[in-house]
Nanobody, 112 residues
Framework: GQLVESGGGLVQPGGSLRLSCEAS????????MGWYRQAPGSDRELIAQ???????VYSDSVEGRFIASRDNAKNTLYLQMNDLKPEDTAVYYC???????WGQGTQVTVSS
């Protein structure tokens, strides 16, 4: 199985980005999924989870600003990130809990 993230980049504070995580060879429709991030010098942090049928849970640090969603027909997970802050700068990873697959990560940098 493989997960491939995309959509990262450089954005100004207050801006938005949408990350994608495309799954292949993974039981995507059956799997809860997670979004994590890791800033330099910090542990990897769980920021959002979504069940196979779309129920979401968020960390306090992103609640109200980030939205996780999924398209099971496209085997793709999304993370809409709004009102981005410099402290959101990190490498963002997706994870498929069914099988324990990780993506390679995509860099998000929030800076003016």
């Amino acid at each position: 199985g493989q997960l491939v993230e995309s959509g990262g980049g450089l954005v100004q504070p207050g801006g938005s980005l949408r990350l994608s995580c495309e799954a292949s060879g993974v039981m995507f429709n059956m799997s809860a999924m997670g979004w994590y991030r890791q800033a330099p010098g910090s542990d990897r942090e769980l920021i959002a989870q979504i069940t196979s049928d779309g129920i979401t849970v968020y960390s306090d640090s992103v609640e109200g600003r980030f939205i996780a969603s999924r398209d099971n027909a496209k085997n793709t997970l999304y993370l809409q990130m709004n009102d981005l802050k410099p402290e959101d700068t990190a490498v963002y990873y997706c994870k498929a809990y069914f099988g324990g697959y990780w993506g390679q990560g995509t860099q998000v940098t929030v800076s003016s």
